[in-house]
């Protein structure tokens, strides 16, 4: 998963990837990798309409609000929404990372009481942000018996995202190719590549992109989008996969991927959606939250309305997705099954062990699948999923 955007930075004429058959990543000029990592300036777009907030930071955790508090909208000149520039929101609840423990800092999801949307409050800054992000925040198998049952647990339900994005691009009638951002440990890019679609994969993370290349055999580039060594017009479809609600501008990487698209040509999104039965229900315990790493919590409208300002037809909504709706319950109930989890914060278990918690966490996220689709069948399933073709 990305971290927060680089500010733009002159066009690149061309795409500058490695020698084929080559096992490094594609990198940046030393020019390129001295960049500041503030958040950009907002213009005149959704999310971009008013200054940016300013940072504000909590030195100790607040203490607990009665709920009489919670419910009222308050007015703070240091918080302000980034769609609409309102400094009146709500609380709605507070906690820290639950997952993996990088902080105990405690963070408001407040709603604007101007536009409705939510956001994390106080935001971090660049620097306090990264480091909130595992060194390996992204899926990487091991190579036991545990490893292998999860890539192929994986495979079955990636299967779910390429039927989505191999539909896309058929329908666009362009022969491609694919640029996967955000694209993490590269699995999805080598099931897209065994289907005859070329696909380019695309992290902030060095390591990542390394893992993709060496492992996955797939071509990957360490950049931000909007420092990417691709020429305009490159690709015919562009995947986005968790990756809007890690930015302080989304705006600006939606515009990019407009750039880098062909006149008609497809960008797919998917970001945990707030308005679920899920976060109903479990409040400040629900996976989605993702807290601190997640920045804005999006409804359905909120990203329809951000891809439609930046230039873009929706065409298609999914709310059910077989690799993170059912595993987003079974972690909200069981955080401490959760293999990731317990890869990042380094559990002591034994190869029997680990397997043992893993068929227990396997047989939660089975028990979790017919909540999961009930409460997507009537759109407000955990996750959304968005076509959206590029207006010429």
Same mark, same amino acid.
């Given at each position: 998963m990305p971290l927060p955007p680089f500010p733009p930075s002159p066009s690149v004429e061309a795409a500058t990837l490695p020698r084929s058959g080559s096992s490094e990543p594609a990198s940046l000029s030393a020019e390129d990798r001295s960049l500041d990592l503030s958040p950009s300036t907002p213009d005149t777009k959704l999310f971009r309409s008013a200054p940016a907030p300013p940072l504000l930071l909590v030195d100790s955790p607040a203490p607990p609000l009665p709920v009489a508090t919670r419910l009222t909208a308050v007015e703070d000149s240091a918080s302000r929404c980034p769609a609409c520039g309102d400094n009146r929101h709500r609380i709605l609840v507070r906690g820290s990372d639950r997952l993996y423990g990088t902080t105990t800092k405690q963070f408001f999801l407040v709603e604007c009481s101007q536009c409705q949307l939510i956001r994390l409050d106080p935001w971090p800054s660049p620097e306090e942000l990264?480091? &909130? &992000? #595992?060194?390996? &925040?992204?899926? *990487?198998?091991?190579?036991d018996t545990s490893g292998r049952l999860a890539e192929r647990y994986r495979r079955f339900v990636l299967g779910d995202h390429v039927r989505f994005v191999l539909a896309a691009f058929t329908a666009s009638g362009l022969p491609g190719p694919i640029l996967d951002v955000g694209c993490g440990g590269g699995l999805f890019l080598r099931m897209l590549h065994e289907r005859g679609l070329p696909a380019i994969g695309l992290d902030l993370s060095a390591a990542a992109a390394g893992v993709t290349w060496r492992r996955q055999g797939v071509p990957a580039v360490c950049a931000s989008l909007a420092q990417a060594p691709f020429a305009p017009a490159t690709f015919s479809l562009i995947t986005m996969f968790h990756v809007l609600e890690h930015l302080y501008d989304p705006a600006s990487y939606v515009d990019e991927a407009r750039k880098l698209l062909r006149p008609s040509g497809r960008l797919i999104v998917q970001v945990p959606n707030i308005d679920c039965w899920q976060f109903f229900l479990a409040g400040e315990?629900?996976?989605? @939250?993702? +807290? #601190? =790493?997640?920045? +804005?919590?999006?409804?359905?409208? *909120?990203?329809?309305? @951000? @891809?439609? *300002?930046?230039?873009?037809?929706? @065409?298609? =909504?999914?709310?059910?997705?077989? =690799?993170?709706? #059912?595993?987003g319950l079974a972690t909200t109930l069981a955080p401490g099954l959760d293999p990731m989890s317990r890869r990042i914060r380094a559990r002591a278990e034994s190869p029997r062990l680990r397997l043992i918690k893993d068929l227990l966490y396997f047989a939660l996220v089975l028990a979790s699948i017919p909540f999961t689709a009930m409460e997507a069948a009537v759109r407000q399933g955990s996750t959304i999923m968005v076509e959206a073709r590029r207006k010429s």
């Amino acid at each position: 998963m990305p971290l927060p955007p680089f500010p733009p930075s002159p066009s690149v004429e061309a795409a500058t990837l490695p020698r084929s058959g080559s096992s490094e990543p594609a990198s940046l000029s030393a020019e390129d990798r001295s960049l500041d990592l503030s958040p950009s300036t907002p213009d005149t777009k959704l999310f971009r309409s008013a200054p940016a907030p300013p940072l504000l930071l909590v030195d100790s955790p607040a203490p607990p609000l009665p709920v009489a508090t919670r419910l009222t909208a308050v007015e703070d000149s240091a918080s302000r929404c980034p769609a609409c520039g309102d400094n009146r929101h709500r609380i709605l609840v507070r906690g820290s990372d639950r997952l993996y423990g990088t902080t105990t800092k405690q963070f408001f999801l407040v709603e604007c009481s101007q536009c409705q949307l939510i956001r994390l409050d106080p935001w971090p800054s660049p620097e306090e942000l990264a480091a &909130y &992000y #595992p060194e390996r &925040y992204w899926f *990487d198998a091991s190579q036991d018996t545990s490893g292998r049952l999860a890539e192929r647990y994986r495979r079955f339900v990636l299967g779910d995202h390429v039927r989505f994005v191999l539909a896309a691009f058929t329908a666009s009638g362009l022969p491609g190719p694919i640029l996967d951002v955000g694209c993490g440990g590269g699995l999805f890019l080598r099931m897209l590549h065994e289907r005859g679609l070329p696909a380019i994969g695309l992290d902030l993370s060095a390591a990542a992109a390394g893992v993709t290349w060496r492992r996955q055999g797939v071509p990957a580039v360490c950049a931000s989008l909007a420092q990417a060594p691709f020429a305009p017009a490159t690709f015919s479809l562009i995947t986005m996969f968790h990756v809007l609600e890690h930015l302080y501008d989304p705006a600006s990487y939606v515009d990019e991927a407009r750039k880098l698209l062909r006149p008609s040509g497809r960008l797919i999104v998917q970001v945990p959606n707030i308005d679920c039965w899920q976060f109903f229900l479990a409040g400040e315990n629900w996976n989605g @939250l993702d +807290i #601190p =790493r997640h920045l +804005i919590h999006f409804k359905s409208k *909120d990203v329809e309305a @951000l @891809l439609e *300002d930046c230039g873009f037809e929706i @065409l298609r =909504r999914k709310y059910f997705s077989w =690799r993170d709706n #059912p595993a987003g319950l079974a972690t909200t109930l069981a955080p401490g099954l959760d293999p990731m989890s317990r890869r990042i914060r380094a559990r002591a278990e034994s190869p029997r062990l680990r397997l043992i918690k893993d068929l227990l966490y396997f047989a939660l996220v089975l028990a979790s699948i017919p909540f999961t689709a009930m409460e997507a069948a009537v759109r407000q399933g955990s996750t959304i999923m968005v076509e959206a073709r590029r207006k010429s």
